[in-house]
């Protein structure tokens, strides 16, 4: 085992957040070693104005990270697994899913009034295609519109008064310490999250196995099972980040439950099935279900999509 290792993360408030926990996870491990975090500059925030939609191809955020574990000019990159995509690098692998984080979606409002309270018209910022969709589905009466920027960026449009409320990623507010801005967690039945979201991830290269053997400890199965699954449902149905999919799977002593579904970019349509299995078989049950929801006509809300 070396003396020092080098995290590489993104440079927003919130990937340096994360990066943090695991070098502190890491650091009451393996006392007496050394974990120093470097930033590594991703394409997607040096444009943090351009829409993700119009940014080709998968991994936007991490590809630099990827690079840069594939040099050797770091030794682990910590993601946000929802980040990641279906396919990565063949030299790399996920050497560790940390316990999951909240997976919800949280509304931060201005004027702190619950989604069903926002008036006719209310201008709610958010660019993922799945929630716009999934907020048209729930009301045809509110302005949907763009925004990128990280955490801090967001929630500051939404104090300029830019927009009246913003959906973001529970898990993010919580780890920067600022649960008290959440107006509400978005409830499964009308937001199902992104396939991993709320769960870490930890890239290493396959063949260091003095860095796999390092952040193995970190790893948690059961986090690992669920986003398994909900990473084979996305895949079954030859999505990525960019598409209007939602999943999320829950753990039992020895079952796993994964409820996903694919809806209309208009809000009018959806597709949307539960599926349970057994723990050990997290991938299949993932493939099944995907399965499932094309028999129910996911691919052509999915064909829909531009």
């Known amino acids: 085992m070396r003396s020092r290792y080098i995290l590489g993360t993104r440079g927003s408030s919130l990937a340096m957040c994360q990066a943090q926990i695991v070098q502190t996870l890491l650091e009451a491990q ?4 050394a974990f120093q975090v470097k930033t590594i500059h991703a394409r997607a925030d040096r444009a943090p104005e351009q829409p993700l ?3 080709s191809g998968e991994g936007v955020f991490v590809k630099e990270l990827e690079a840069a574990l594939q040099d050797h000019e770091i030794d682990l990159a910590v993601h946000s697994l929802k980040d990641l995509p279906l396919q990565g690098p063949k030299t790399l692998c996920l050497g560790a899913i940390l316990a999951r984080e909240e997976p919800r979606d949280a509304l931060v409002s201005k004027s702190d009034t619950p989604f069903d309270g926002l008036p006719a ?4 910022g958010t660019s993922s295609r799945r929630r716009q969709s999934q907020l048209r589905a729930w009301r045809q009466d509110v302005e949907l519109a763009d925004i990128r920027g990280n955490v801090d960026t967001r929630l500051r449009k939404l104090d300029e008064g830019r927009y009246d409320a913003v959906v973001v990623a529970a898990c993010g507010l919580i780890r920067l310490g600022l649960e008290e801005r959440i107006t509400e967690y978005l409830p499964t039945e009308r937001m199902l999250p992104e396939p991993g979201q709320g769960a870490l991830a930890i ?3 396959e063949d260091d196995a003095d860095v796999r053997g390092l952040v193995a400890g970190l790893d948690d199965a059961r986090s690992r099972a669920c986003v398994e699954a909900e990473r084979a449902l996305l895949g079954a149905l030859g999505g990525g980040c960019h598409l209007p999919i939602a999943g999320l799977a829950s753990c039992g002593t020895d079952t796993l439950t994964l409820e996903g579904a694919v809806i209309a ?7 949307r099935s539960r599926l349970d299995g057994p723990l050990q078989e997290a991938r299949a049950v993932g493939e099944r279900l995907g399965q499932i929801l094309i028999r129910q006509g996911a691919l052509d809300l999915l064909n829909e999509v531009s």
């Open 30 to 33: 393996h006392p007496g070693t």
């Open 53 to 55: 939609a119009s940014m």
């Open 265 to 271: 970019v208009d809000g009018r349509r959806q597709v």
């Open 203 to 205: 890239e290493v290269r």
């Open 121 to 124: 018209g209310a201008r709610v």
